[in-house]
Each structure stands twice: as C-alpha cells, then as structure tokens.
C-alpha cells in the first residue's frame, strides 16, 4: 500500500533504522526482538512506524476514520494504534 511504502522510505531516510536494516539483514540474529518482513521492521510482532509526523498523523486518521472503529475517544484511539 502507499502507507507502507511511505514508511520503507521513511527507514530509508534515517540513519540508524538504516543501519539496523543493514545489521539485521546481514545478521538475523542481531537485535532479536526485532524482524524484518517485507522491508518493514517488525518490534514484538508490530509494524515499526518510524518517527515522521506525517505518517503517524495518517496512521491515527485511517484509524479513526474507519467505519469499523467506531468513536471511543482519543485515549482509546491511541492504545488501537
């Protein structure tokens, strides 16, 4: 998806998620509670969401926005993502 794509280059544009790819890549037993799926870095069976303001804001939007969740109010907005 474009979000998904967003967030690979968002990796790509910080200096220590690229190294940690790298590490990770060249050895799958550095950083074990991290993975690597598809280009994604997964923490604990989590998407890794870079730190980048805009794909976070979409995240919480497509979020809240979707139909299926309902309104609880933006503290349980937050624990969903």
């Known amino acids: ?3 998904t794509e967003k967030i690979k280059s968002a990796y790509q544009n910080d200096t220590a998620l690229r190294m940690m790819i790298k590490e990770k890549t060249e050895d799958s037993s550095t950083l074990p509670k991290f993975a690597l799926e598809d280009g994604l870095i997964i923490y604990q069976g989590l998407i890794f969401v870079p730190p980048d303001d805009d794909i976070r804001r979409e995240i919480l939007t497509l979020r809240h926005d979707d139909p299926r969740a309902g309104h609880f109010g933006i ?6 993502v």
Do not use: R, V
Request: hydrophobic share 20%; charged share 35%; aromatic share 12%.
């Open 75 to 80: 503290h349980k907005t937050y624990e969903l």
């Open 1 to 3: 998806s474009d979000l």
